[in-house]
């Protein structure tokens, strides 16, 4: 007799929502803070951590929504400080708009001043 796979539950559902959130917030955060250089190992092994603990907090059962949204928030919260923290470690270069004269094309230049 073969056991059909279990469908995902309600709360299967929030909680797949909740991290599609978190993960849509945190990369407009991410591409704000490091347009160019990335954030390095710091702020990724943070990352893991967070994504780990939130992970074993949302597999608990029973759960409810306003426990999963401030579990996301206070991820978010999380991350977003170390970001920030780690940004201001991490030197971006700082370029311009430059406008090809005969082809109308623009594109991003290093700038020197």
Do not use: W
Request: charge should be positive.
């Amino acid at each position: 007799m073969t056991t059909s796979p279990s469908k995902p539950t309600v709360t299967d559902k929030l909680c797949r929502r909740a991290f599609t959130r978190l993960a849509k917030k945190l990369e407009g955060e991410y591409e704000g803070h490091f347009p160019y250089v990335s954030a390095g190992n710091v702020f990724f092994d943070r990352l893991a951590h967070v994504e780990t603990k939130l992970h074993q907090a949302l597999a608990k059962r029973p759960i409810t929504r306003a426990e999963i949204d401030s579990l996301e928030l206070r991820a978010f919260k999380s991350l977003r400080a170390t970001m920030v923290k780690v940004a201001k470690t991490v030197t971006q270069p700082k370029y311009r708009e430059a406008t090809n004269i005969e082809t109308g094309e623009t594109r991003l230049i290093p700038d020197y001043d």
